[in-house]
């Protein structure tokens, strides 16, 4: 075709398209939601790649570097941006350190750096201090600390004031955002940080690092926090934890015309040292001169970044698919509601290419119209919501970027969706006679029977080849996209089986069809539309299969996967049972049982727990274990004796038994494991440590190992031998040789405690023990699966959204139809009757095949996962409430909501004859 020829097709399809502006908007829309959620994602990524020079900012602020001691004395490789990679570099066997790492492990650090750097160079302390415990309404929060002088412009970038003022006296702090949500105070209120009861800080303003926003952060001014602290922590009150490496770190102004090159950098890591130079950063060195670059790689694992593609290419091939789907009918209903004029113009001389380009004339027009709505829109939603998505991301903008050739791609993919739904319309329309068209005829064609075969034949492969990955390709074989060739076989059958039922739909609308002569009138009118317009039927169910056949899947498998947790979780204790882990004894223990007890209402007896342990020399212990068969998997906590009286039994070990109790007073060793008890009723203790000790003069040494039986009672118990071997009163076990170690309490009320009270109790606990523990019972907790949750929502508005534009356009279609029924008589609630038929037709139909096809992923890589070494059986389980709502209740309720919001009569309109 001419180009002129092409103007004249995009001419009229634009005019058609403005005539039909229903139909151009509902296509356009589709066109365009796709297009807004691709837009507002690429222009949030490219937001977030930092510049080099915004991303040195953020770690030097406004000064010129940043040096941070890595590790003096041993030589470091880093990227030019240390903060983006750097490590150690191991010494080899038989080399003698250099001066440089004599140097910089002898040397002060700070008159190192100084020397390293060039005269004049001022340094500014930038190190973190101790995690510490801040007071609050909510209880005891965990924070970091650090100094700085927030008026200093150096900060600027790295650490921003945005809220209220500066810390500018003695006690005033500022914080970040997330230690305000945290522990639920507010500017200008006081706190006290563990260690520091004493002395109250006010919150003057908010801060926050650009790159972690959700960092729980206490900002205090130079030297009036981080020393305290520390010396705190050496004086061992329970204060705060120090880093498990502390570095010091110096912001550094240079000199005016002083400067820092790659030299320099590796100057300091010849010391242990890490600089981030601006300058560098800027201009970095080729990454041949980078040895980071080169040894680095080797740790590099491309799999992340490989799995994020293939997820995101799925995603958007599936969304494609689906788009193409739905607006195939539209493009469909428009070329029929046309076909007079498209006959006129083959009737005038136009070529059946000519009348196809009308068609996909539509399609480019639309598609160019929802690409560019969708493109504007989704960036303008972007700026409007940037700091909302700043905050949910945790990372401030660098910039807000609008790249041209990403909308411009973006733009085109959704430009190529519509041409690709109105192929097959303008292929139709092209092979439709003139006669017909003039007429306003149209032949009904039987379903392709190649076609059928086809899919029934790709069908049997897809599910044989999952299957077979399943049970016959071996694991962990280097696959694609970071998974290996099992679970990609797996993946590639259930993709051909659900083709093949998407190549069987329309013969499967068609047999629904010839089924339809035994039905009332409003059924048998309906079930026979939708089978004589199978362009229109077959895509839109194809549509609600493949949205159902992803929500199964994912549902099989999570509720599958979940259920197999279920069963492998091993409780701490009974439900309910409120546990004190703690390490301190006497009166400390004391006034932490009563605090809690004080803290939490309604915990009944308490249980005084410790461990049994031998003693073979002074700050000498082991733990004693019984002796039987290997561990069993999943214990609650590695094997022990437990020590406590009658109490403890009923808290911890949920055993009522008078005969237990008796033996147990009797300084009996109760036992909750059949097999570690042996046919003479007794137990082996296992003492381990003794051959260790020192001895005294003519003592004889203890082997290492020693096993001793003991008098046992067994109390056939399985779950209460998930929570320990067994049982012994504290009083007895001197009798043996043995002591007990404090190691806490254990309370069993009616109902467990909620959650903030459990939260404002161990923060009680924590001030008076920083070690202790305060843990509550409360069974298996399923983890929400977001997931399966949003495929579930996806698929219930793409089964009612594909069900509602399919029965939208066959209403619209057969007006001639509805005017000759309302013609010889029918009831108007024919055309109620069949919308809502038809819309529940499409909707089950897709439901039922997509539940059928969503199986096979989900069981295969079920069966994958369970057919490793050692791997239990799998378990196959059905989220049976969401196949309920999405293969029955949302195919109802499709249908009522059509047949509610379709018009009983319709105008009579003029047909031709």
């Known amino acids: 075709m001419r180009f002129g020829a092409w103007r004249v ?8 398209a403005l005539r039909a502006k229903g139909r151009s908007a509902l296509i356009a829309a589709m066109i365009a939601l796709p297009v807004l959620g691709v837009t507002g994602a690429d222009v949030v990524h490219r937001s977030g790649q930092l510049t080099p020079a915004e991303r040195v900012e953020r770690v030097v602020g406004g000064a010129d570097a940043l040096v941070t001691s890595l590790a003096p004395g041993t030589p470091v490789e880093q990227a030019p941006i240390a903060e983006d990679g750097a490590f150690t570099v191991p010494a080899r066997p038989g080399d003698k350190p250099t001066a440089e790492q004599e140097k910089g492990a002898s040397t002060d650090p700070a008159a190192l750096v100084a020397a390293l750097l060039p005269p004049g160079s001022a340094l500014t302390p930038a190190r973190p201090g101790p995690e510490a415990g801040a007071d609050s309404p909510e209880g005891l929060v965990r924070t970091l600390t650090t100094e700085a002088d927030l008026g200093d412009p150096i900060w600027r970038g790295r650490l921003d004031l945005v809220e209220g003022r500066a810390p500018s006296a003695p006690h005033e702090v500022a914080v970040t955002r997330a230690f305000l949500d945290r522990s639920g105070l507010k500017t200008g209120a006081t706190t006290t940080l563990q260690g520091l009861e004493r002395t109250g800080y006010t919150i003057t303003g908010v801060v926050e690092h650009p790159s972690e926003l959700g960092r729980v952060e206490l900002v205090a001014r ?3 926090l981080i020393e305290p602290l520390n010396t705190a922590l050496a004086a061992g009150g329970p204060v705060a934890e120090k880093p498990s490496a502390t570095r010091s770190g110096w912001l550094v102004r240079l000199p005016s015309g002083a400067s820092l090159d790659w030299a320099a950098v590796q100057r300091f890591n010849a010391h242990g040292y890490t600089l981030t130079a601006r300058s560098v950063a800027i201009a970095p060195p080729p990454e041949q001169a980078v040895p980071y670059y080169r040894d680095a790689y080797r740790y590099h694992d491309p799999t992340a970044a490989n799995n994020t593609k293939m997820v995101v290419a799925v995603v958007s091939g599936m969304a494609l698919l689906e788009i193409a789907l739905l607006a195939g009918p539209a493009f469909a209903v428009g070329a029929r509601r046309s076909r007079r004029q498209l006959a006129l113009l083959g009737a005038a001389g136009g070529s059946r290419a000519h009348v196809g380009a009308v068609v996909l004339g539509g399609g480019v027009v639309l598609g160019a119209t929802g690409a560019v709505v969708g493109v504007v829109l989704g960036t303008a939603v972007v700026a409007l919501l940037r700091p909302r998505i700043e905050q949910f991301g945790g990372v401030r903008f660098g910039h807000f970027a609008v790249p041209p050739l990403d909308l411009l791609a973006i733009a085109g993919i959704g430009l190529f969706t519509a041409l690709l739904a109105a192929a097959l319309p303008a292929l139709q329309a092209a092979r439709r006679s003139v006669t017909a068209g003039l007429t306003g005829r149209d032949t009904v064609r039987a379903p392709s029977r190649l076609v059928t075969f086809a899919g029934l034949g790709l069908l049997v492969l897809g599910a044989v080849l999952a299957m077979y990955g399943a049970g016959a390709v071996k694991r962990d074989q280097p696959g694609a996209g970071g998974y290996d060739t099992r679970t990609l076989t797996v993946l590639g059958g259930s993709v051909t089986a659900e083709i093949g039922l998407l190549l069987c739909t329309p013969m499967l609308v068609a047999l629904i069809g010839r089924a339809a002569g035994r039905l009332p009138l409003g059924p048998r009118l309906a079930l026979r539309d939708a089978a004589r317009h199978r362009s229109r039927t077959a ?14 899947a994912i549902g099989v498998y999570s509720t599958s996967t979940d259920a197999e947790d279920r069963r492998d979780y091993r409780p701490q204790a009974p439900y309910g049972a409120v546990q004190l882990m703690t390490y301190v004894d006497g009166p400390r223990l004391t006034e932490e049982r009563a605090e809690l007890e004080k803290q939490l209402s309604g915990l009944g007896p308490r249980g005084d727990l410790g461990q049994v342990e031998y003693r073979f020399c002074d700050n000498c212990s082991s733990v004693v274990q019984l002796q039987g068969p290997p561990e069993r998997r999943g214990l609650g906590s590695p094997p022990h004796i437990a020590a406590g009286d009658v109490t403890v039994l009923h808290n911890l070990f949920a055993v009522h038994d008078p005969a237990a109790e008796q033996a147990l007073a009797a300084g009996k060793l109760l036992v909750f494991d059949r097999s570690l008890v042996g046919a003479d009723g007794k137990a082996v203790m296992v003492l381990r440590g003794g051959g260790g000790a020192p001895l005294q003069p003519g003592e004889v040494p203890k082997p290492d190992v020693q096993e001793v039986p003991v008098d046992a009672v067994l109390v056939d118990n399985p779950a209460a031998a998930d929570f320990a071997q067994g049982l012994a009163l504290p009083s007895a076990l001197p009798a043996l040789g043995l002591t007990s170690r404090p190691s806490g309490s254990v309370w069993l009320p009616a109902t467990p405690p909620d959650r903030k009270a459990q939260q404002r109790a161990a923060a009680a606990a924590v001030r008076l023990d920083r070690f202790a523990t305060l843990e509550v019972e409360r069974g298996y907790q399923p983890t929400g699966d977001a997931l399966s949750l949003a495929l579930t929502g996806f698929a219930a508005l793409v089964v009612l959204g594909a069900a509602g534009i399919a029965t939208g ?3 619209a279609d057969s007006r001639q139809d509805q005017a000759t029924l309302a013609a010889v008589g029918a009831p108007p609630r024919i055309r109620r009757s069949m919308a809502g038929l038809q819309c529940t037709l499409i909707a089950l139909l897709g439901a039922l095949l997509g539940a059928v096809n969503g199986f096979v992923p989900a069981v295969g890589l079920l069966k994958s996962r369970a057919s490793g070494f050692g ?26 909501l059509a047949a509610l919001f379709t018009r009983s009569r319709i105008p009579l309109g003029r047909r031709l004859s």
């Not at 169910?541 to 199964?552: E, Q, S, T």
């Open 871 to 896: 791997a239990k059986p799998a378990l196959i389980t059905a989220p049976w409430g969401e196949l309920l709502l999405i293969v029955l209740v949302l195919p109802v309720v499709a249908g009522l």
């Open 539 to 552: 895509p839109a169910v194809a549509a609600v299969m493949a949205a159902v056949a992803g929500a199964v």
């Open 9 to 16: 097709a995009l001419r009229i399809a634009r005019r058609d």
């Open 809 to 811: 356009l066959a209403a």
């Open 222 to 224: 130079p030297g009036e």
